[in-house]
């Protein structure tokens, strides 16, 4: 059985900027779902293992998402008091959790769907509706939070096209060869 971390790791999802295993966002995330990961893992054995991992991601990121959704006029409000009376430095300082738990989770998640080959229209729709989410906890303009997002979608694209062109030379090469 694979651990949820090695999974990560197997489709190089750690190479993206957001993943930091030892991060207060990765630790949460890891406690909640690793125990998921492994009892799916035993449930379908049969199962790919980015099958797995797209099931747990999907989950989590609907769950992360309804979380700040629920918060969003409070956790707005709080941002707004902490930048009238403490300014932007000071207020900087406080970081809303949930809200960088679902960068994370959006990260991963739009990863794996590139990395799947899954439809871009649907990852740019799901990452612009959890940009909308976050436009007033991160600072960023919806379309830059957005592009952000997407660049973990075409990472993995990228990755798992340069595998498929390499392993086409490499099959056509070895053809050449032996005849």
Known sequence: MIELEQAICDIQA?????????????????TANA??????QLA?????????????LTKAHIETLSRV????????????????NLGEDHAARFQYQDGLQLVLVTHLWLYLQGYLGMDFSLANDHAEQTASTLVTTTGK?????????????????????????????????????QR
């Open 35 to 40: 125990m998921l990961f492994r009892k799916v």
């Open 14 to 30: 750690d190479k993206l900027s957001v993943v930091d295993f030892t991060s207060p966002q990765w630790q949460s995330f890891s």
């Open 44 to 56: 379908k054995p049969e199962n790919h293992l980015t099958h797995h991992l797209l099931g747990l």
């Open 141 to 177: 303009d919806v379309h830059q939070l957005r592009s952000e997002f997407m660049a973990s979608y075409y990472q993995a694209r990228q990755l798992t096209e340069n595998k498929a062109d390499s392993g086409g030379l490499l099959s056509w090469l070895k053809g050449l060869f």
């Open 69 to 84: 959704t629920a918060h969003k006029d409070s956790v707005d409000a709080m941002q707004q008091a902490f930048d009238e």
